[in-house]
């Protein structure tokens, strides 16, 4: 995977459940994206989340005023491969060492 031209934006939220921290998570990713100019977006599918997550992303784009720029989607990752990128640095920071080192030249923290 490393081989590919890609790159990953891993953002690090620690200290509260996913269901706090996810809204914010979503809120810096569509804004990040809309300003990089991005226009696709595919988000793993949480079905409990998907409501919220519609709302929490339209809002981010409306406040900054770039709704229009950016088409998400929710899938699961064994209906859309490229969501095993994002699985497998999330893997290999989790599990830490030399597992994370090949994925370095791919990622940008935030």
């Known amino acids: 995977m490393s081989a590919l031209v ?15 921290f996810r809204p914010m998570r979503l809120e810096v ?4 994206l809309a ?9 793993e599918r949480d079905e409990s989340s998907i409501q ?5 992303i339209r809002a981010a784009l409306d406040v900054h005023d770039c709704a229009g720029a950016l088409r998400y989607e929710h899938a699961a990752p064994a209906d859309n491969t490229v969501l095993w990128i994002s699985n ?6 989790q599990a830490g060492g030399d597992s994370m080192d090949r994925f370095e030249p791919l990622v940008s923290w935030q």
């Open 52 to 56: 919220a997550d519609h709302r929490t």
């Open 29 to 32: 990713l569509a804004v990040d």
């Open 88 to 93: 497998a640095v999330a893997w290999c920071y």
């Open 6 to 20: 890609l790159r990953v934006q891993h953002y690090i939220a620690q200290g509260a459940s996913d269901n706090v």
């Open 35 to 43: 300003e990089s100019e991005a226009r696709r977006v595919t988000i």
